[in-house]
């Protein structure tokens, strides 16, 4: 049995480097069931070495010419002993050490001879809870496809009879409807016109916004300011983990006439600036910008593969009121997701790879240090189940995803919905970074501001290392102390003297 490839697939297969690995993981807390020995981990791994007939993609290998990646092919054996490991640390429940340990585990890619997933269990020497450690290649699935994997391994209630993992899982085909050769390539030359039309369209609104004609377009790529986050992606990763109360999210949203998207942007803007200021950044004279993933897939569409685009995001700049910067987010949020919506998919998929084609040869030719990134950070939210799941008879507390990094560097921020939680995962490399866990506790203080800010206008944040010109300043604070003056001396002019 032989998959094809898609474009975008197989970019994540040409792009992939031991510097930048181009898989994607996840980090799942579980609870020991009750009564569970020491041996219950150990024979937990052993049982998932027994389901070695996996489905498609997990039975596949990429088929390559020289490098490039012709198909996925299904291969007769597994190596089960790679595909599902074992591990050992003290303490599961010490976040900042287990977020080392993941780190090293993100850090190699995965061996190209063999299907491109693994799973890692950690065991742990003390406490009732353990860890799963999941990574798996972006070629294999969007963040859509990914999950609905992920949650099919789940369930609602203990199940160890009927117990299946993810991999062995029969996966749904659907039987296309079969077309009229001539009709179908009517409509294959149809939709390529109209995506080579649009994808023209895109950077001639671009080259208008370069040029300063209409500045109300989409950013110009490589708009990123250079920071310790960005520059040439390197070996080595820092890890880190938060947790929001999306119901609060979703609540602030509707008072705020805001998606729940553009407030998390707007905490991890905040966050990301107090961040930087940490590390010497004081001057910022214009926004940061975030990459955005954006769906393409059609409303109940259940494809593997990749249909997504990433497209950059102005953030916002100038305020130290958090509900400004809110606005400001959401206007330039809103400025993106029209012009996707007014495109077709391809286009945005193809646009999306010719830009992410000029950061990589400048990543080949180790120039990335000396060129502006695409944009400082990537933030992506992607929908999990919204009720308790197990894992055979394992409570699953939380999941974390942890993604990839664009080349050009920056923080990859990836938030995953369980329950009435967001779980965040960040990941960025280690050069200048030896810990991310101040981020992550800025995200959730900027959250707090916030929600208050709604309710209390006088909180402002404290400053962030932003750079506003003060001669343009001191001439609107010069006119509107003129205008001030004028007014004042008008209101005496009308008022009666008093004797």
Known sequence: MTRKISFLDRAFWITESDSNPKHVACLQLLELPAGAGEDYLPNLAEQFRRFDKPSSPFNTIVEQMLGFP?????????????????????DVGDKAGLNRFVAKLHEPRLDRDKPLWQYHLIQSRQGGHFAIYVKIHHMYGDGAALIRWFQAGYREQPDIDGFTPVWALPQPFRQRRPKHWLSGLISSAWHFLRTVVDLFWILFRLLVKL?????????????????????QVKPGRVVAVADLDFTRVQALSKRM?????????CCFDIGVHRFLKDYGHHSFKKALYTNMPINLRKPGEQTGGNKIAIVPVKLAHGEMDPYLRLRQIIENHRIVKNAAKRSEPGAFSYYTILIQAVALVVELLHLSDWFKPIANILISNVPGPSQTRYLRDA???????????TPGGGVNITLLTYGQTANIGLVCCNTHISSLDSMAHYFVEAFEMLDKCADDPSLNIEDIGEWVDDEVKSIVDDELKHAQDEALDKELAREPMVH
């Not at 190596?79 to 003290?90: G, S």
């Not at 209409?214 to 920071?227: A, Q």
């Not at 409570?395 to 990094?405: N, V």
């Open 70 to 90: 012709l198909r996925l092919v299904t291969v007769r054996e597994l190596d089960m002993q790679y595909h599902v490991q074992l591990h050992i640390i003290d």
């Open 211 to 231: 040029v300063r004609i209409n500045d109300h377009y989409m950013p110009i790529p490589f708009s990123g300011t250079r920071t310790v986050l960005t520059g």
């Open 257 to 265: 006439r805001a998606s729940a998207n553009e407030i998390l942007l």
């Open 395 to 405: 409570k699953l507390l939380a999941a974390y995803p942890i993604s990839t990094i």
